[in-house]
Nanobody, 123 residues
Framework: QVQPVESGGGLVQAGGSLRLSCASS????????IGWFRQAPGKEREFVAA????????FYADSVKGRFTISRDNAKSTVWLQMNSLKPEDTAVYYC????????????????WGQGTQVTVSS
């Protein structure tokens, strides 16, 4: 399965934590930028975080800086998004995507998308 597969979503209270996982069987997974995006009801999909192949370049949306951490293990073809201090406004479907390019914060530059995992933060 080429498309990434997300897991780890769920329901959590405000202030809690979740860790999302993104696994892929892309043959050259290690060469791809992997990004996390989210889409809340009635809103456009927005960038959350991205990491390059080596982990040396990491990007975060301002809204999650200091609370979310993205990491990857190429040997396991897996990327994680650790989400701490969650807020109700973090509620959304979270998507993992892969890009063989150099525009990590641009949604349209990602070629492969997962089906998404729901994250709900209650107040």
């Amino acid at each position: 399965q080429v498309q990434p597969v997300e897991s780890g979503g769920g329901l959590v209270q405000a202030g809690g934590s979740l860790r999302l996982s993104c696994a892929s069987s892309l043959r050259t997974f290690s060469r791809y930028y992997i990004g996390w995006f989210r889409q809340a009801p009635g809103k456009e999909r927005e960038f959350v975080a991205a990491i390059n192949w080596s982990g040396s370049s990491i990007f975060y949306a301002d809204s999650v800086k200091g609370r979310f951490t993205i990491s990857r293990d190429n040997a396991k073809s897996t990327v994680w998004l650790q989400m701490n201090s969650l807020k109700p406004e973090d509620t959304a479907v979270y998507y993992c995507a892969a890009q063989y390019g150099s525009s990590p914060t641009t949604t349209s530059e990602y070629q492969y998308w997962g089906q998404g995992t729901q994250v709900t933060v209650s107040s």
